[in-house]
């Protein structure tokens, strides 16, 4: 036994990294009374601190309404904020299937895929993370899809950008399937190393699902929310996806909570046919109620303002440093040789996401901007 009665997440059981949280406070996490400033957005959920009173007020407020309802309940909050999520989208229409997690966005993105395509392969990249559900994982090529069985017999993977700049490659893979029914892509995967396509080669992949009828489905689990420094990561690519998945900074991560936005093409073809997908807590009202938050948070000006000098200043710094470093929005990567271990960060009161060889910020997007610039002499002087 690992010393504790649950289980350690993506861990060894046996020395799995833990440590001893006592509370936590705006940006900080405290531990053994100790300030650690969270970098890392906890797990790139906690967009707008550890404490987002006006989340938490809201999701209170809803407390005091109702908070159970059917799946199949039709209340004035669900239309309300569906129809305000659909319109941040920006895509023309489009309806939205709830649901808890990021995983589950991406397992009922593939589910409503095949459905609506009548074909089961799923086109994906190598280096990418959708989630830790059989779906998700199958589509996911990182080390979490080799440790377990998967359905892997549906996944092909595509060449990398840099591996096949004209797409060539590609396109060869496109005419040789007659079962693809969707490519899935995080518009840049972010715990892989934030690895920031062209807008071209973006331009192309789509260019290609609509010459073969093949459906995109961007994952912006991550990128959604302001993460890339747009309201959605797509729009960053100006790209048309048929669906997207969504989680995490739905609501800042106070509430589990996540989404699907499908185009009219996709939601129509369900008319007739029996949606196959449904989940107890579906459109749960504690999550649509942190979302309108969210939503309403998201469009303050003076939000805006600061989100627009706070990137402007990480951005700057980041690419400042000597490493080699990939930055979009709030979202960067530092590829460091023999980098400092998490518990380097850790002990001088830094919260990072580190990795072999590379370390990802991922800060709120409210982090005041003394608060960044105090941060980044602590992380130069590590990184030295």
Request: charged share 25%.
């Amino acid at each position: 036994m690992n010393g504790h009665p649950f289980y350690i997440t993506w861990s060894k059981q046996k020395g799995g990294l833990t440590y001893p949280m006592d509370k936590v406070e705006d940006h900080f996490i405290y531990s053994n009374n100790e300030k650690k400033l969270d970098l890392s957005s906890i797990s790139y959920q906690a967009s707008f601190g550890l404490r987002p009173k006006f989340i938490e007020n809201a999701v209170k407020k809803q407390l005091d309404n109702f908070s159970i309802v059917a799946p199949k309940a039709v209340f004035e909050l669900k239309t309300k904020v569906t129809k305000e999520l659909i319109n941040q989208i920006d895509l023309d229409g489009g309806k939205i299937f709830y649901t808890v997690s990021g995983a589950e966005s991406v397992e009922n993105a593939l589910k409503m895929a095949r459905l609506y395509t009548g074909k089961k392969t799923v086109l994906a990249r190598k280096p990418s993370y959708h989630g830790g559900t059989l779906g998700a994982v199958s589509v996911t090529g990182d080390w979490r899809n080799q440790s377990v069985q998967t359905l892997d017999q549906w996944t092909l993977r595509i060449p990398e950008p840099n591996e096949d700049t004209d797409l060539s490659k590609t396109s060869k893979i496109f005419e040789s399937n007659s079962d693809l029914a969707a490519v899935i892509l995080e518009t840049v995967p972010g715990n892989n190393g934030v690895l920031i396509p062209t807008k071209e080669w973006l331009q192309g992949i789509q260019k290609l699902c609509n010459t073969h009828g093949v459906l995109l489905i961007l994952d912006e689990v991550i990128c959604g929310f302001y993460r890339l420094g747009t309201p959605f990561g797509f729009q960053s690519f100006d790209l048309r996806p048929d669906l997207i998945t969504l989680a995490k900074g739905i609501t800042g991560g106070v509430i589990p909570f996540g989404a699907v936005w499908t185009s009219d093409k996709i939601h129509e073809h369900f008319n007739d046919i029996v949606l196959s997908c449904g989940l107890t807590n579906y459109a749960h009202p504690l999550g649509l109620a942190a979302l309108e938050s969210v939503l309403k948070y998201l469009s303050d000006q003076s939000f805006q303002k600061h989100l627009e000098e706070l990137l402007k200043e990480f951005k700057k710094d980041i690419e400042s440093l000597p490493q080699r470093t990939r930055v979009i929005g709030a979202l960067a990567a530092i590829d460091i040789k023999n980098a400092p271990t998490w518990k380097d960060f850790w002990d001088a009161g830094l919260s990072v996401i580190a990795q072999k060889d590379r370390i990802i910020l991922a800060p709120h997007l409210n982090l005041p901007l003394d608060l960044w610039k105090e941060t980044f002499k602590k992380l130069e002087k590590l990184l030295a």
